[in-house]
C-alpha cells in the first residue's frame, strides 16, 4: 500500500495539460472523489473545461499563462502527450508533473518508441529509420512490401500512415510522404488487435485493465470488446507486458499498449499512450474504477482500487459522422430505449467527419449478446 504521508488526498487541485474527452472523463472522476480540477486547454468551451473548476484558456507556449497556472495547483498530468517540451520543464520546475517528462518524450515520437521497445527486447514489427529516399529504397529492399510508412513524429488515428502494398518508386513516395524523418515498418497481418492498459504510481505498483479487442474502421477505433476474444494466455501475457514497459518507463501515471496479434498467437507490441485510452473508455461503466479514476490515484499516490470486470461490455465510438450537419446532433433515442446501454457525450459543439463526439456501452451476461445489441444499436443510429 501507498505511504499515507506521500499522497495528495481530496480536497487538492488537480492541474490537467489538455483539455479534449480523456480530460472531460478524468475531471469527472477527479470531481466525484472531492478533488478540485484545473484544465490548461488553449481552446474556449473545451470538453474538459466544461466540467473543470477553472479553466485556463491560453497558448501552450504563455509562460504567464503557464506560471499562473502551475501556482495554483497541487499536482499536474495530461491527458494527450503531445505538450512541448519547455511546457512540462516549466511547469515541472514548479509542480510534481506525472508522467514525467522523459516518458512522453519518448512515446510522442514513433522513432524514439521503436528504439525503446526493440533495445529492451520487447516484440516489434520489423523497423527501419528513415531520412531520405536513399534510406527509403534500401529498407525497401530489406524489409519488403507490404509496409506501412509512418511519420516520426505526431502521428494518431491513422494520420501521418501511408502504406506501400508493392514495389514503387522510393524517390516518388518520398517526395509525396512530405517528411523529414519517418519509420518504415513491416506490414503485419494480425488475426486481432488488443490494448492492455496498466496504472502505476511513484512506489513501483501497478494495477492493470482487463484486456480490450479492438475493432478499427478508417484507422480509428470502432468498437472495444471486453473481455477479449483470445486465449486467457494472451490476455495474461499482454498484461504482463504492459507491467513490465511501465516498469521500464519508470511511469507514474496511466499507459495503454496496443498489441498487433499475429496468425500465430503471437503478440506484437504496436504502439504506447501515455495516458488513458480510448479503447478503456468501458472502464467507466463496466469496472469497480475506472481507468480515470486510476489515473487519478497513480499521480496522487493514493491506494489502488479494483480493476474487476463487473460485466462483458462492448464500447461503440460516436464519430461526428452521424451528425446531420455539424450543429445538429442524431437522434440518439436508440441508445437511450437500450436498458443495458450507456451514453456519454463529450460537450463538442460541432461534428465532422471523424472526429470523436461521443461514445456508447452496453453491458449484457456475455460480449455475444452484448455486440449484437450494440452493433443493431448503431445501424439504427445511421439509418
Known sequence: ?????????????IGLLGGGQLG???????RKMGYRVYTFEPQPDSPAGQISDREFTANYLDRDALDSFATSVDVVTFEFENIPAEVVERVAAQKPVYPRWSVLHICQNREREKKFLASRGYPVAPFRIIHSAAELAAALHEIGTPCVLKTANFGYDGKGQLKISAPADPNEIWERFAARKAVLESWITHQSEVSAIVARNAQGETSSFPVAENLHRNHILDVSVVPARIPLQLAAEAEAIARRIAADLDLVGLLAVEFFISPKDELLVNELAPRPHNS??????????????????????????????????????????LWPNPATPPDFYPVLAEPDARLHLYGKSEGRKGRKMGH????????????????????????
Open 1 to 13: 500500500m501507498s505511504s499515507h504521508l506521500n499522497s495528495i488526498p481530496p480536497g487538492a487541485t
Open 24 to 30: 472531460r472523463m478524468f475531471a469527472l472522476s477527479a
Open 280 to 321: 478503456g473508455h468501458y472502464t467507466f461503466d463496466a469496472c469497480v474504477t475506472s481507468q480515470f479514476e486510476q489515473q487519478l490515484r497513480a499521480v496522487c499516490s493514493l491506494p489502488f482500487s479494483s480493476t474487476r470486470l463487473l460485466s462483458p461490455v462492448v464500447m461503440v465510438n460516436l464519430l461526428g459522422d
Open 360 to 383: 456508447f456501452c452496453v453491458l449484457k451476461p456475455n460480449v455475444e449478446e452484448a455486440l449484437s445489441t450494440a452493433l443493431a444499436i448503431r445501424a439504427k443510429l445511421n439509418s
